[in-house]
C-alpha cells in the first residue's frame, strides 16, 4: 500500500494527481454546509475554470520550450473587444468574427514569438512588452470604454441593439444545463492542445527545445520555427478565451483578462510542468486546471474574505510547487 | 633557493580511478616551470590541488617552507596562489577597475572608496604593461585582453605563484607576444609561474624547467634546457599501443567527403580562427582519424561542416562529389552526414526525453505523415536501433538521463544510425565509457565502415586513434600539420605534430600544409 503510494507520488502525475485530491478533500472538510456536494457547485466550477483553463493550454506549449508568456491576458482582451465589436456594431456573421479574433491572436502571439525565436529577447521581456501593447491596442479600439450592445449613433442618440444569438449561444448549457459550452470549448482546446503535443512532431520538438535547445538545433530541429509556433499557439488560445469571455459577459471589457496570465502560470506549474522547460503534458495541465478552480471555488463557497483568499491561494501555489520540485540526483 | 611551493607526494582518484599517482612538483621564485602531458594526464587535477579545489587528496604542500592545505579557492587565494584558467572568472558587465579589485574591493564603512579604486587599478595595469580603460566594460573587450586582465588580476592579489593554464590558446600572435613579455617582467619580480601548454614552441622558448606527466606519475623533471624535443614526446607518449583495439582491414572506395579551405573564425573577431583553411576528403569505408591536443580545432571543423557554426564557417564542401552548401544542421543531415557531438549531455542527447525520442530526434520527419507523429513506427525503429548497438535500458520509454554513460553513448549514436547517414562525424565517441561499451563501439565503427559508411574520428586517446585510423591528420591551433598513413603513424610523430612541429618533407610534398 504505502510501497504503491510512493511509486505514485515518484511520477509528476501522480503528485498533480494527489494534490487535487487534498483539494477535494478540503473542499468535504469544509464542505459550506454540505454546498460542496452539489452538482451545481462543480458545474460552476467547471465553467469558472474553463477560461482560465483555455489560457492554460497556451502557457502549456510556452511553458514547455522554457520560456513564459505574460501577454495572455491582455490578448485575451484585445479578441474579446474585438470579437465584441465585430458582431455587435459591425453585424459580422460570428464565424467571420471568430476568424478575424484567431488571426489577430496569432499575430499578436507570434510577435512575441518572433521576439524571442529571432531576436533573442527573453520570453519575460518580450511577452511583458506584449502584456502592456496588447492592453493599449484593447483600450486604443474602444477608446476605453465597454462594447456593449448599447450604440451611440452618429446624431448622440443611444441604440440598443440585439444581442447577437452566438452570445446567448456560447453561454449556454448543454446536457439538461449541467454542462457549459464554455466548458465543451475548454474541453475541445485541451484535446487540440493534448494531441498536438502527444501526437506531431512539432509538440516532440516543444519538448526537445525545452530540454536541450543545443542539441534539438544539432538534431535537425527548427528551433526558431518551434519557439515562434508555441507564442502562436498560445495567442490563438488567448484569442479563444476572449470570446468565451466576452460571451459570459455579454460585453467587450477593454480590461478583461487582468492578471489571468498569473493564474494560467499557476495552473500549468502545480500540474507539474516544469518552468525550466522540457517536462509536462497536457495531462497535468488539465490537472492543475482543476486544483485551483476547485481552490477558488471552495474558497468562495465558504465565503472567505477576498485578503484570505488571495493569501491562502499564494500559500498553496509555493506548497504545490515545492512538491513538484524534481528531487535532485 | 627555496622552493615558492612545494608538492610532495600528491595522490587524488575519482570514484575508485587514481588520477594522480605519488607526484612531486616544485615552483621556484623566477622561473617558468611548463607542466606538460598529453590529454587526461592528471595536469588540470594537480593545478586544481594546488588551488584548493580538492580537499580530499594524499601528500603534503608546503609555501615558502611552510605546511599549507589549502581547502577552498579563496582560502589558496589568500596563500599566494592564483590560477588563470581558460574559462575566465572576470564579470562582463563590470569595468576593468571594478573587475581588477574584485573579491577584495576598497572600502570604508561599507562604501567603495572609488578613487582609491582606480588608483589601485591602475597600479595593476602598469605592473604588468598592459594599457586598458579604467572605466571601459570587460564584456566590450576582446576575448585576449581578458585575458590579460586576468593575469593583471592575479598580481594586484599578490599571488606568488601564479598557474596559466594553456593561456595562449585564444591569443592571436601579437597578444601571445604581450602575454610573453608580461611573463618575462613576473619572473623579473620573483614570481614563479606555472604554464600548461600544449605547444612545443611555447616551452622551447618560455620554460626554464619541464615537468611530464604521465597517466597519474611524474615521469621526468629537468632543465629546459636538458630535455629536447624528441626526449619531451617521448616522455609524454611513454607508453605501448596494444592491439585491444580489432580494426579490419579497409578497402575505401570513392571520395564521400571533401573539404577545401575550410575555416572557422572564432566567437571573438579579434581571437585567432578556430579553424584554418583546412583542406581534407575522407573516402567511402575509410576512418580518417584527426589528431591533436586541446584547442586544435578539430572539433571546430566538424561543428562547422555540420552546420552548426552558422555565420562563423566557410569553405567549400563536396558531398560524393556535388557541392554542398550547409547553413544549417538540417542540410548536413539530409545530405547524409551526421555529427556525434563531443558532450553528449550538453549538445548530444535531450536527458528529459524518452530514450526513443532521443533515437528518433533526427528522423522524425520521415517518421511523420504530415507532421503527425507514428508512435509505433518509432517504437519499432528504436527497438531495431537498440539492438543493433546493443544498447541495455530497462525499457526505452525511460528518460535517456536514467542510462548508464556508456548506454547513453549509444542512444547519442543511436540518434545518428537511425537517420541512415552515410559520413559520420565522431567527435570522441567513446570519451567516458567503460571498456566493454568502448569496445562495442569499435565493432560498430568497423560494421559501419564494411557497410561503405565514410568516418571522421576524433579522439584524444593516443592509442585508439592509432589503431581505429586507416589515415591521420593532425592538427594545431586550426591547421593540419601532419598527415601519416596507418604504417607511418606512431605516438611520436602524432603527438609532435600536435605540438606544432610541421613535419617538414611532408609539409614541401603535400604543398597543401603551410608554416605555422
Redesign the interface.
Known sequence: MLKTLRKALSSSAGRAALEFLLVLALGMAFNADGAFFKLGTHRDTLRQASVYGILACGMTMVVITGGIDLSVGSILGVSAVSFSILTMHMDWPWPAAVLACVLLGAALGGVSGGLVARAKLQPFIATLAMQYFARGLAKYITGGKKISTYVTAKSGEVVIKELPSIFKDIDSRILWGNLSIVSVIFFVCIAVAWVFLARHKWGRELYSVGGNEEAARLSGVPVRMTKFLAYAFAGIMCAVAGIAQAAQETQGDPEAGKDYEVIAIAMVVIGGTSLSGGRGSMGLTLLGILTIGYLQKILSINAVPEAWRLMVTGVIVVLAVLTQRRRAK | MRALASMRGISKSFGGAPVLDGVDFDVFPGEVHVLAGENGAGKSTLIKILAGAYSDYRGTIELDGRRVRPVSPLEAKRLGIAVIHQELSLVPPMSVAENLLLGSPLVRAGFVRARAQRAGASAALAEVGLNLDLDGAVEDLPISSRQLLEIAKAVRLEARVIVMDEPSSALNAQDAELLFSIIARLKATGRGIVYITHRMEEIQRLADRVTVLRDGRMVGSREAARMPERELVALMVGREVDDRFPRHGSAPGSVALRVEGFSVRGADRSARPLVDAVSLSVRRGEILGLGGLQDSGASQLLLGI?G?LPGRASGRLEVEGRELSVR???DA?DAGLA?L?NDRK????????SVT?NIC??S??RL?TW???N?AREAGLAARIGASLRLKAASLDMEAESLSGGNQQKAAIG?WLAADPRILLLDEPTRGIDVGAKHDIYQLMNEWTARGIAILLITSEMPELLAMSDRILVMHRGRITSELSRDEASAERVLSAAMGKVEAAEAAAEGKVRRC
Open positions: 555540420f552548426g544549417r544542421p538540417r543531415i555529427l557531438s550538453a549538445t548530444g542527447l535531450v536527458l528529459s526525453q525520442a530526434a533526427a522524425l520527419g511523420s507532421g503527425w507523429r508512435p540518434k
